[in-house]
């Protein structure tokens, strides 16, 4: 992977924005359940929540682009 011919493809964006889009949804619902306030989702959570379901969605339009350069 980091050899001197890697390039990264539009399907190796794709997975990163997804794996990434995953783990910012996991935080910002572990965070309402752990170390959130009494009052719900706030604001800012539906914010990351819905940052997160966009970077999934894009990743996800990435994916079947395959091997093109990013």
Same mark, same amino acid.
């Given at each position: ?5 890697? *390039? #990264?493809?539009?399907? *190796? ?11 910012? =949804? ?16 706030? @604001?800012?959570?539906?914010?990351? #929540?819905? =940052?997160? =379901? ?7 339009? =990435?994916? @079947?682009?395959?091997?093109? @350069?990013?």
């Amino acid at each position: 992977m980091l050899s001197a011919d890697f *390039h #990264l493809t539009k399907r *190796h964006l794709g997975f990163l924005a997804v794996l990434i889009g995953v783990g910012l =949804l996991i935080v910002s619902i572990l965070y309402d359940l752990f170390g959130g306030s009494e009052g719900g989702f706030g @604001p800012s959570q539906k914010a990351a #929540l819905a =940052l997160s =379901l966009v970077t999934i969605f894009a990743g996800l339009t =990435l994916i @079947p682009l395959g091997d093109q @350069p990013a």
